[in-house]
């Protein structure tokens, strides 16, 4: 495990315009399935982009199961070992479970900044952040999307490369400059479940996953929930519980 000291833990910020009411922070109580966290993001996506309603952030827990993003290859798809969604995110398959925090976050840019990149990097920064408060040095590779820790405790790659593994994941979808999903953060996920995919369509030997439990962190999910509210708000603004 890397630490991480407070130089590195600064993080840009992606507020919001100065009269806008703070982000709703919601928590899902036990697994949430994929259908019902679809059809929810879709309708509150919706009455945002109409001045309905406020940003939010939803914390939930998924069972186990697999989503396809849009630049998804199907050999990636190892072993359909658990139900595989479609979904209008960017990015490739992944694993959603028990033990993984899963925040979607439903941010209208338009009060923002109307910057994918720039957003994509906020969402980095709040995970970085997220890990900080348990003294993990998460950091943002420029070829592979997510937030990856180095492990020198494992073994190298061709030419000595430093192994690393990912421990959360970004995927997200805008539509006219609201954005829907979010961040994936592996809290204690059982990790043999992203043997049945190649995770965010990576297959290097050197390159795995890895959570808070299998960096020798036994955080609880309200242990995270707690660093991925404070992170936040560092990064995108104050929040309401709702």
């Known amino acids: 495990m890397t630490f991480v000291s407070g130089r590195d833990a600064l993080a840009p910020t992606f507020p919001a315009a100065p009269d806008s009411p703070p982000v709703e922070w919601l928590v899902a109580d036990g697994l949430t399935d994929y259908p019902t966290a679809l059809a929810f993001m879709e309708n509150r996506a919706a009455a945002i982009r109409a001045g309905a309603a406020a940003e939010c952030v939803w914390l939930v827990e998924h069972p186990a199961l697999y989503t396809a993003g849009t630049s998804s290859r199907p050999g990636d798809l190892i072993d359909r070992r658990f139900p595989v969604f479609e979904t209008g995110r960017g990015g490739q398959h992944t694993y959603h479970g028990p033990g993984q925090r899963v925040a979607y976050a439903m941010l ?91 995770p965010c369509g990576v297959a290097v030997a050197h390159y795995g996953v890895t959570s808070l439990a299998d960096l020798g962190l036994p955080a609880t999910m309200h242990d995270a929930d707690i660093a991925l509210r404070a992170a936040f708000e560092q990064t995108f603004g104050p929040t309401i519980s709702a």
Do not use: C
Request: hydrophobic share 45%.
């Open 108 to 198: 209208d840019l338009r009060r923002r900044r109307q910057d994918v990149r720039a957003y994509v990097a906020a969402l980095e920064a709040w995970l970085i952040a997220t890990l900080a408060a348990f003294n993990v040095r998460g950091e943002r590779r420029e070829d592979r999307v997510g937030v990856w820790v180095r492990r020198p405790d494992k073994p190298r790659g061709a030419g000595g490369a430093m192994a690393e593994d990912k421990i959360a994941a970004i995927g997200v979808r805008l539509r006219q400059w609201v954005a829907f999903h979010g961040v994936a953060l592996n809290v204690e996920p059982d990790l043999s479940h992203f043997s049945g995919i190649v």
